[in-house]
């Protein structure tokens, strides 16, 4: 079955945020990311969201909470606490 991660938050600058979001592809797919797709809010282009699909809600919550995620995302701009969900498929 299934796991979708879906992360909203604000960003200082989407154009910088997005360079450093393409740029960790590879950790992302080495975490456990089978999919993945980003959108910008229509009133706000510093306003993201991002899907993230894995095998399983361990592998989902293993790379959420991991310390390189945490440490990438500051580094790119990410700006509060981001709205963090984990769906399943029904």
Same mark, same amino acid.
């Given at each position: 079955m299934a796991v979708t991660a879906v992360i909203q938050h604000h960003v200082a600058? %989407?154009?910088?945020?997005?360079?450093? %979001?393409?740029?960790?592809?590879?950790? =992302?797919?080495a975490g456990g990311v089978t999919r993945q797709s980003v959108y910008r809010a229509a009133d706000d282009?510093?306003?993201?969201?991002?899907?993230?699909s894995f095998a399983t809600p361990a592998d989902a919550e293993k790379f959420l909470?991991?310390?390189?995620l945490r440490d990438?995302? =500051? =580094?790119?701009g990410v700006q509060g606490q981001p709205r963090v969900e984990i769906y399943q498929d029904a």
């Open positions: 600058d %989407y154009k910088v945020w997005r360079k450093a %979001y393409d740029g960790f592809g590879d950790v =992302q797919k282009p510093n306003k993201v969201l991002i899907m993230h909470a991991g310390a390189e990438a995302m =500051q =580094q790119a």
